[in-house]
């Protein structure tokens, strides 16, 4: 089954930039949405920004003109790249996947999900 994991996590200084990854194994579906999320300690865990097979895109609010999703199919590689890090931006950053899955950025649409990638911006 398809397995997900989260690398590049890392601390940095607000206003930084860091990219964040996730490799996707044995997808051998060709259709699929994917997503990040992240969760602050004692909060919910929230949509930042998703992508669908075809391209499409989706942002939070919080997330829209500082970070970019974006996909490298040759390398079953998903990534966030996130700019002018405030932080508020303080969270576990997880990859979630869902083959056939519409963009969107809700926790509930999605079914396999990784293990997560901490970041902090202090």
């Known amino acids: 089954h398809v397995q997900l994991v989260e690398s590049g996590g890392d601390s940095v200084q607000a206003g930084g930039s860091l990219s964040v990854s996730c490799t996707v194994s044995r997808r051998t579906y060709s259709t699929y949405c994917m997503a990040w999320f992240r969760q602050a300690p004692g909060k919910e865990r929230e949509g930042v920004a998703a992508?669908?097979?075809?391209?499409?895109?989706a942002y939070a609010d919080s997330a829209t003109g500082r970070f970019t999703i974006s996909q490298d199919n040759a390398k079953n590689t998903l990534y966030l790249q996130m700019n002018s890090l405030k932080p508020e931006d303080t969270a576990m950053y997880y990859c979630?996947?869902?083959?056939?899955?519409?963009?969107?950025?809700?926790?509930?649409?999605?079914?396999?999900w990784g293990l997560g990638t901490q970041v902090t911006v202090s």
């Open positions: 992508i669908d097979s075809h391209g499409g895109t």
């Open positions: 979630a996947a869902e083959p056939w899955g519409a963009t969107t950025l809700k926790p509930g649409a999605y079914t396999i």
